[in-house]
């Protein structure tokens, strides 16, 4: 069983919820990034999801387009990011590390490419946001050759048919995108989130992660208490744009939230 999924079969078998954090490679800074991952994890953190910059970030709110801004300033690339991944499994070698984006900068490498050095870096699962699982199968059979898990994307307008179709290409976990919008959108309706996994859950028996929309503990917890855990993004990093110039108070901060999102799920 490969790191992604045997993550999330050990967390069921302890009857334990997931906890999933976002961050943009290279926000604030390049050298920011390797011990925010490790923070995040030291404070509860079960599977980081690593943005990858990109220029045009079409599912992304405001809060989250200016992190890709933000790296894009350092000149952050794809490369980067599996240069980051690779530094951070110098001393984790069993925290799932998810790379999050677009198909661009991977199809500018080729996939043989990226995956054969995805892999190298420790990389456990991708999440292509404009890369439908409908046109998905020459991606993911690459991917899988190098033991990288795709997950792919369930929304509150996704019928039962597409449904199927994407949670059978995805691996490891299926994301289901709780708003109609973009990332830090909105007021999570956990009614309709409980409703939407009841759907699901009878199309697949794979984890079902809910994301956007979950913003403090209270969210975190109604979240985990209908889903297999919950994903957070745009609360982490606004606390890194509001501390971009200060570094240990970043560090700090994001500690904080993460520990008490962290004992809201649990």
């Given at each position: ?7 999330l079969t050990d967390l069921s ?72 991944a690779t530094e951070f499994r110098k ?176």
């Amino acid at each position: 069983m490969v790191q992604l999924s045997k993550t999330l079969t050990d967390l069921s078998s302890a009857n334990k919820k997931a906890l999933v954090a976002y961050i943009v490679a290279g926000d604030p800074t390049p050298e920011t990034t390797v011990p925010l991952m490790h923070t995040l994890v030291e404070a509860g953190v079960d599977v980081i999801e690593l943005g990858m910059p990109f220029s045009d970030p079409e599912a992304e709110g405001p809060v989250i387009q200016l992190a890709h801004e933000r790296a894009l300033a350092h000149n952050v690339s794809l490369r980067h990011c599996l240069e980051m991944a690779t530094e951070f499994r110098k001393s984790n070698s069993s925290t799932p590390i998810v790379l999050m984006g677009y198909l661009n900068p991977i199809e500018f490498i080729g996939y043989q490419q990226f995956a054969k050095q995805a892999e190298a870096a420790g990389i456990s699962g991708t999440i292509i946001v404009n890369l439908p699982p409908e046109e998905s199968g020459e991606m993911d059979s690459v991917l899988e050759a190098h033991n990288i898990e795709p997950v792919y994307l369930l929304a509150p307008t996704t019928t039962d048919e597409r449904a199927e179709i994407v949670c059978r290409a995805s691996r490891g976990f299926v994301y289901y995108v709780s708003l109609k919008g973009t990332t830090g959108a909105s007021t999570l309706d956990i009614d309709d989130v409980s409703e939407k996994m009841a759907r699901f859950r009878k199309i697949s028996s794979l984890p079902i992660m809910v994301g956007f929309g979950v913003k403090d503990g209270a969210s975190a917890k109604a979240v985990a208490g209908v889903a297999d855990g919950a994903v957070v993004g745009s609360a982490i990093v606004k606390l890194m744009e509001e501390h971009r110039d200060n570094p240990e108070l970043l560090q700090q901060s994001v500690k904080q939230f993460v520990g008490e999102l962290r004992a809201a799920i649990d």
